[in-house]
């Protein structure tokens, strides 16, 4: 087997990983793996001779794998504004060289170029001035890929001549027409993305043939632009979003269903049966006991007298009076207080899956685009019902903290009124409502759980990827 042969083999299994990735909807693992194999084809081609047929078959495959790169990075890509470049009308010195020179290193495998107008002569040789630039500043450069109008197809030939003077320098040029572009950007795979209202055009043409600026481009004059450039982002983010990425994927697939089970055991469990509420109701007493009234003189229709006042400073009294209950202290319900106890620390999870989840479809969602947005509606969709079951869960952590406080006010009622038979009764009807509020919850986020995995299993390539990398071919 030849060295090619070896290489072209050896591509084989990790570009099937990369398309098994992206089916999962793990785009930036099957990036990683797609740029991989198309290495390792590279090589390949770079040992083959020019117009081989084996290589021509080979090369074929090879712009697929190259297109679906483009496609993904252009779609996953993720970038932090650093820096706004402004060129003024009729200003010099703003060469390709001082715009993107700090975007080429050893790092740099991949240029995306998406630009709708390399239609005219000037605009292909701006095309070619660039690549002139990049490849020696970019020693490990394999690919650049070029969108473009459909206006564009008709330097069909000279694309390919371009072409093949970058095969002989290792680097393979793709090119693809569409007539629904409009964005002008420049994407670099080791993360800097370059955007432009004018794209690559963005000089006057020279007043003449022997005019400074018709050789320099630092002397060429330009029309007025601005320029934005982004670098990749800080490495630290970048791991907590792909921790966040990745604890956000098991939490839908592993943890939600976990939770719909427990939830649906504990509401199927005797703890949770009305058959147990007369066990957790107190009993009507509530240890406070109703004292008895001695049957005063009631012949007197005269007031009692008041006693006078005798002022003792032999003794000094201080703080508040302390009151004490016969009987002992006044429990809480106890079987209730259980309950609660069980069920609390689930709400909290609940709210901090919900939240990572909230956060993970937050991050997924692409920057604002005209058109092309169902799959963003699905996601937005998504993220309101995660939105709402965080927020359901934390008012009923909410609600049980009330609970006490307000059953602790009722008590205090009783022991200032024990004759009054209503309040004694309002706690009873306070704790059955509490015990049913219980289950209520547990009913509740087990539905929201179930509705919650469902959803987002159903639409799961859609939330991952939601801009299909094909629309022009809807039309």
Not at 142 to 150: D, M, N, S
Not at 317 to 322: F, S
Not at 335 to 348: H, I, S, T, W
Not at 442 to 467: A, C, G, Q, W
Request: charged share 30%; net charge neutral.
């Amino acid at each position: 087997m030849s060295a090619p042969e070896k290489l072209v083999k050896k591509a084989g299994p990790i570009l099937c990983d990369a398309v098994n990735d992206e089916k999962a909807g793990k785009i930036s693992r099957a990036i990683i793996r797609y740029k991989q194999g198309i290495e390792l084809i590279a090589q390949a081609m770079r040992i083959m001779p020019l117009g081989s047929a084996d290589r021509d078959k080979i090369m074929k495959n090879f712009a697929i794998y190259v297109r679906k790169v483009a496609d993904l990075e252009y779609l996953n890509k993720t970038e932090t504004e650093v820096d706004q470049y402004k060129i003024a009308a009729n200003s010099i010195g703003h060469s390709y060289q001082s715009i993107f020179t700090r975007c080429c290193d050893a790092q740099l495998r991949m240029v995306h170029i998406q630009d709708a107008y390399i239609i005219a002569h000037h605009q292909l040789l701006n095309f070619v001035r660039f690549c002139e630039l990049i490849i020696p500043l970019s020693v490990n450069l394999l690919v650049i890929t070029l969108k473009t109008g459909e206006d564009a197809r008709k330097n069909l030939q000279d694309f390919d001549e371009l072409a093949r003077s970058l095969e002989k320098r290792g680097v393979t040029l793709q090119v693809d027409f569409s007539s629904t572009i409009h964005d002008r950007e420049i994407i670099f795979d080791n993360g800097w993305v370059v955007k432009s209202g004018r794209g690559l055009d963005y000089f006057k043409p020279p007043e003449g043939k022997y005019v400074l600026g018709a050789c320099d481009m630092n002397q060429h004059i330009s029309n007025k632009m601005t320029k934005k450039q982004a670098q990749p982002e800080n490495k630290e983010l970048s791991d907590y979003k792909q921790r966040l990425f990745a604890d956000a994927e098991k939490i839908v697939k592993e943890e939600f269903p976990k939770k719909v089970i427990e939830f649906d055991a504990l509401l199927r469990s005797p703890k949770l049966s009305y058959d147990r509420l007369a066990e957790i109701l107190p009993d009507k007493s509530l240890n406070i006991p109703v004292p008895d009234v001695e049957n005063g003189n009631t012949d007197n229709d005269e007031p009692a007298v008041k006693r006078k006042k005798v002022d003792d400073d032999s003794k000094t009294k201080t703080g508040a009076p302390v009151f004490a209950f016969t009987s002992g202290t006044v429990p809480c319900n106890e079987n209730l207080a259980q309950l609660m106890d069980l069920v609390r620390p689930k709400l909290r999870d609940a709210v901090e899956q919900c939240n990572t989840v909230k956060m993970w479809i937050t991050l997924l969602i692409p920057r604002i685009e005209d058109g092309n947005n169902f799959g963003v509606g699905i996601q937005e969709e998504t993220l309101s019902e995660v939105r709402n079951v965080e927020s359901e869960a934390a008012s009923f952590l909410d609600q049980m903290s009330r609970y006490f406080t307000t059953r602790g006010k009722l008590i205090t009622k009783i022991a200032k009124y024990p004759h009054v038979d209503d309040y004694r009764r309002a706690i009873l009807d306070m704790d059955e409502k509490q015990f049913i509020n219980i289950r209520l919850v547990v009913l509740e986020m087990r539905n929201h759980f179930s509705t919650l995995h469902d959803m987002i299993t159903k639409n799961y390539e859609k939330i991952k990827v939601p801009r299909n990398s094909n629309t022009e071919h809807l039309y």
